[in-house]
């Protein structure tokens, strides 16, 4: 049975598949009223706190992820854009055959994504919409599949906002398997967080401080439910001290 979580990240779907000459391709409509709703109600989260500049105009979605899959350094792989259409906001794109990382649970995969977000951090660039099914293993890499919500940007509220959302959509995913698989999900949580500070331990230390915060402490335990939401804190406090 599929999570709360998932009926809801189908439901703000704003793509739609295609077959052209046997291949696929991706029409994303940023004017689509689910598309609108979700940033929406992921904003009423981030309000409280603001910690995010979100974009809810469907122009500015689309500009800015034109921007990322064109300027953003090439730590995560991103789709081809075949044509952007500024007129009727839709853009069509090379559609990834891999697997989501919302259908993973493999320490080394989690490792590898941690490296690559850090490494994503340090160039300067924040996601926004950083849940875990906008990213697909292929393998040999890892593709991002949405980034209307990226931004360039140095303050580390950001990187931390992308981390919490991240670490929780990889629970609420999975939620079916807290009980049968808790501690499965737990090392793939670890796993990532571990990717992350091996990577970098400056940006790392500024991340826990960030989680320090009370409004962060009460982000994280909103999206996250007990003990996970512990355990994700406790495990970046340990990680940080161990200094890889």
Known sequence: MNSIIEYLDDFSK???????????????????????????????????????????????RLERECFFFKEAPEIFSKPKIYLVDFVKLKLVREYVEGVSYS?????????????????????????????????????GGIYIVDAEEAIQTRDVRHYAWDLIVLASTVVFFNFDKIVQQRSVLEEAVKSFIKGYVETDYDVSRQVVSAFEKPSFKALTYLLMPHPFSKIYITTWREYVAKEF
């Not at 704003?14 to 029409?27: A, H």
Request: charged letters at 25%; aromatic letters at 12%.
């Open 14 to 60: 704003q793509t739609q598949i295609y077959e052209l000459n046997g291949k696929k391709l991706v029409v994303k409509n940023y004017r689509k009223e689910t598309g609108i709703l979700k940033w929406l109600v992921i904003n009423a989260t981030n309000l409280t706190i603001n910690i995010y500049p979100f974009a809810f105009q469907p122009f500015k």
């Open 103 to 139: 259908n993973i649970l493999d320490d080394a995969e989690f490792r590898r994504l941690g490296n690559r977000l850090c490494r994503l951090h340090l160039e300067g660039w924040a996601l926004g919409d950083s849940k875990v099914s906008n990213f697909v293993s292929t393998g």
